[in-house]
């Protein structure tokens, strides 16, 4: 082994992976090298030194709520200035498809999982047909950048190339790839293997979104296309939308750097991120940081003090991407406690019951606290909102159609369709070509239409 990483891996506790070294065939000791070498071993030291205070609470009297604009204001007059920008070409869509989906339990990218109600279109169908119909109504081509991972990208592009870009134009989908950091052992620190010759290596969180913008030149090629403002989402989200103008018109006409969309909270304990505001700026505070203390406060009228969740909802400028992503490196890496399977010493497989280690992600929020103007948005969370995270219970596939069949019953009956008493939810499903909102849908339904279910609605 070279001298200088021996070296490096003494003087940074990773000593045992010398002799595990010395056990391997030629290639793959060059193999491990290579990995070792590009991985900082002592800002790696470093993080699991810090590990059980990498979280600081910001000052809790200077935590103040924020304020939530209404869609409602202006409506049509930001739906206008949204389409306009949408149809300008100034508007790109970035949707984050990384994770690993191990909540979940799936081997494949979660954006493959079945998803709408009748029809069991993926989750990557469904956005890209929201993508889709968005782009005829702009008269344009919106670019649609995909943030993958090394655990997802090649599964990815081969089911958008075996469904033929599901009618979007190959050129229009960039697919781009998110760094990886090792994980580490629980109570040691140090970096396990998956394989051999393969470090165990996680996908860097959503957060890594803005250094694989930088380093892949894709942020300065939006820039160059006259990209101004990027709509970012999660993949797992089926109910949310797309490049909503309304929300598009509201972050310009506020000449806002970074907006968001908020739901309310509907516990103190409510899994979501929490958004606070601390002098002027706005950020967020993860619902495992959030003393119980501050989730339960209340204000004046009984309601919760702070009351606004993430979604991840996001809608950037693309000049205050450029400004942040120069000092991305300087975002917090935030660590979590995972089962992860690995080698031991003997190279021999260990399948963990309970965590067994650290594995380091970086979160897009932490840029928040760096706009000056910034913008947050109500809208429900029935209407917006439905992750796919496990594979039962809460957040499962199961909840996410529920949801949909639900928003589509609102959606009917805003359109004035008289809905058949039922005793469990009828499955309907509202394809998004032919309505993406309740407006959409009134003006697309003859005046007796009459629901029979399950429903399925698409041109
Ligand atoms: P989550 O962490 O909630 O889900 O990511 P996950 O990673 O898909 O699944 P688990 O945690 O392993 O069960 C929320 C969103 O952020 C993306 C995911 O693809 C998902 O859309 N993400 C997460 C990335 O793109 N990269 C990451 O490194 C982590």
């Not at 300008?88 to 989906?101: N, W």
């Not at 120069?326 to 406690?337: G, Q």
């Not at 996410?400 to 004035?416: N, V």
Request: a neutral charge.
């Amino acid at each position: 082994m070279r001298q200088d990483l021996r070296q490096r891996l003494l003087s940074t506790n990773q000593g045992r992976i010398i002799s595990r070294w010395e056990k391997l065939s030629p290639h793959e000791q060059s193999l491990v090298e290579q990995q070792l070498e590009a991985i900082d071993l002592e800002f790696l030291a470093n993080l699991f030194d810090k590990r059980n205070s990498s979280f600081t609470l910001p000052d809790v009297e200077k935590i103040a709520p924020v304020p939530v604009l209404q869609p409602a204001t202006n409506f049509a007059e930001a739906k206008r200035e949204g389409l306009s920008s949408l149809a300008k070409g100034e508007v790109g869509i970035l949707m984050v498809a990384g994770g690993q989906g191990s909540r979940l339990g799936t081997t494949q990218p979660k954006g493959t999982w079945p998803i709408t109600p009748i029809t069991q279109k993926s989750l990557f169908q469904l956005h890209s047909e929201k993508v889709l119909t968005l782009s005829k109504k702009a008269n344009r081509d919106i670019p649609f950048m995909i943030m993958t991972s090394p655990a997802t990208h090649d599964q990815t592009v081969a089911f958008f190339n075996s469904q033929a870009f599901f009618g979007l134009k190959k050129e229009q989908v960039i697919f781009f790839t998110q760094g990886t950091m090792p994980a580490v052992d629980l109570n040691t620190g140090e970096i396990l293997f998956e394989e051999p010759a393969k470090v165990f290596a996680s996908p860097d969180g959503h957060g890594g979104t803005l250094t694989a913008l930088k380093k892949t030149g894709l942020l300065e090629q939006l820039k160059s296309q006259g990209i101004r403002h990027l709509f970012f989402f999660q993949v797992d989200n089926p109910l949310v939308q797309i490049a909503d103008p309304v929300f598009i018109g509201h972050h310009i006409s506020h000449r806002s750097q970074l907006s968001s969309k908020v739901i309310l909270k509907d516990s103190p304990t409510d899994k979501l991120g929490n958004f606070i505001q601390v002098d002027g700026r706005c950020q967020i505070i993860e619902y495992s940081d959030l003393p119980m203390e501050l989730a339960t406060r209340k204000k004046h009228d009984g309601s919760l003090f702070i009351d606004t969740g993430n979604p991840a909802i996001h809608l950037f400028d693309v000049d205050f991407l450029d400004l942040v992503c120069s000092n991305a490196a300087a975002l917090p890496f935030h660590l979590a406690r995972k089962k992860v399977p690995h080698l031991d010493a003997n190279l021999s497989k260990v399948v963990p019951e309970k965590e067994n280690a650290w594995k380091f992600e970086r979160f897009i929020f932490d840029i928040f606290p760096n706009a000056e103007r910034w913008l947050l948005v109500s809208t429900k969370r029935d209407e917006e909102f439905a992750p796919l995270k496990n594979a039962q219970g809460d957040d499962s596939p199961e909840t996410a159609k529920y949801a949909q069949s639900k928003l589509f019953i609102q959606w009917l009956e805003k359109a004035g369709v008289k809905i058949p008493a039922y005793s469990t939810t009828p499955e309907i499903e509202i394809c998004p070509s032919f309505a993406m909102d309740a407006e959409e849908l009134s003006r697309k339904l003859p005046s007796n239409f009459q629901a029979k279910f399950p429903l399925l609605l698409q041109d």
